[in-house]
């Protein structure tokens, strides 16, 4: 049983769960920092997130700015990668983005010049029809690449 469930700023038991979930993926896909960044992002945003027989699998976070819908972070707990939770979440995410009337969702993600594994990323989101629009040499440690 799967359930989507979104969370307007969620509350700390909630944000320990996302913070864990991010901890599972650090040195492979976040850096040390991520999950106290995080943390703080989660005071001010919205997240929603996909429960596989009720824990915590993949979630997404999300806030506004320049009236398009940004998502901020997104995982899915790495023993359950590959089975269409990502794309899931971002289904609901393009719904809800629409029930509110914003006609355009971005993010920024990491180059795959700076990190080869973002390459599957970048194809994650381009599957979606979203489209690489801008790089920033100077944004991260690294570049960054927005889409939208």
Excluded at 17 to 38: C, D, K, N, P
Excluded at 54 to 77: P, Q
Excluded at 95 to 117: S, Y
Aim: with cysteine; hydrophobic share 40%; net charge negative.
């Amino acid at each position: 049983m799967v359930d989507i469930q979104l969370h307007s700023r969620p509350g700390f038991k909630l944000t320990e769960e996302i913070a864990g979930l991010i901890r599972s993926l650090t040195g492979t896909w976040f850096t040390e920092q991520v999950a106290e960044e995080m943390r703080r992002d989660l005071l001010l945003q919205d997240v929603l997130c996909l429960y596989k027989e009720g824990r915590l699998t993949s979630f997404t976070s999300f806030t506004s700015l320049e009236g398009a819908l940004h998502i901020t972070w997104m995982a899915t707990h790495p023993d359950e990668q590959g089975r269409g939770y990502g794309s899931r979440l971002l289904s609901a995410l393009i719904h809800h983005g629409q029930t509110l009337g914003f006609p355009q969702i971005k993010l920024w993600t990491v180059p795959p010049e700076t990190n080869a594994r973002y390459a599957c990323t970048i194809r994650f989101y381009e599957k979606h029809q979203f489209m690489v629009v801008k790089r920033y040499a100077d944004l991260w440690e690294g570049g960054a690449v927005e889409m939208s």
